[in-house]
């Protein structure tokens, strides 16, 4: 389980990453693999380059873990890869293509994925035609994904049934794919969502480390928006979170304040004490917060009934 707000489940088929961005800056998960190396956790023994990375947090790929979600009956939402990218440049797109499977063969969960890396999730998903057929984008690699169920496979997945390809569509109907804009010079990164095939499109504002006033939101679900938390915790102001609602409501998509931060709640007090004081050290408690910005939606999917 886990107790980020807007999912139930996480999922790690990879570990480790390499910050690109200012987003990066104050990595939970990063902090998070240099304890667990400590503690002798076997997945997080690969050091990443210490300029981009850390101990524990090199890119490593676990086909062991592939198989969790089909032991999974009772339906939840996923996050996939709270410890990682899944678009990283490292994972190789057979493996891409192994979780894609798992995904495909286990509709009863809706998967949420979260990267940085948008760009290469559009390109790996469209899979445009190169063998002159004129096959249609994304089919390539939903082949691919076919393979998985196969035992004499590289790819195979134990526990997968043939018919992957044609007993699911095409974007997957359980899979989410979002990216995270932290700032205004990373508003781009929406545009390659946009290019991505996904049920549901969305972007996280978190660590929203100032407003957004060039992003669109055309195309785009469900906007996540939350301030930093923790040691070295950035500013963040409320009033930018104003004009992402508002922006939200007219292009249709669904808003998530998921938490304030942290210096909000050590400056912000509730009946004479600050709201760290009361316990709440993110600023994740909407009990504290002005009523305006206790939103927190969920998309709709398409050709969903709910």
Sequence with gaps: ?????????????????????????????????KRLKGMGQAKYQNDGNPKTSGPGFALTVHPDVLTEPLRWKKPRKVFVNSMSDLFHARVPREFLARVFAVMAVT?????????KRPERAARILTDLCRCGVGHPPGEHF???????????????????EHGIYHRSGWPLPNVWIGTSIESDDYVRRADALRNTPAAVRFISAEPLLGPLPSLNLDGIDWLIIGGESGPGARVFEPWWI???????????????????????ARH?????????????TKGGNPDYWPTHLRVREYPTPAGSDG
């Design 1 to 33: 389980m886990t107790t980020i707000e807007w999912t139930e489940q996480t999922w790690n088929p990879t570990t480790g990453c390499d910050r690109i961005s200012p987003g990066c800056d104050n990595c939970y998960a990063l902090t998070m693999a």
């Design 107 to 115: 509709p009863q969960h809706t998967y949420q994925i979260l990267t």
């Design 242 to 264: 104003d004009d992402l609602i508002y922006e939200a409501r007219q292009a249709g998509s669904a808003p998530f304040v998921k938490q304030l931060g942290s210096v909000w």
């Design 268 to 280: 912000t007090t509730v009946n004479g004490k600050t709201v760290a004081a009361h316990g709440d």
């Design 142 to 160: 939903r082949s691919s994904m076919e393979w998985a169920a196969t035992s004499h496979s590289p790819t195979y997945v134990p526990g997968l």
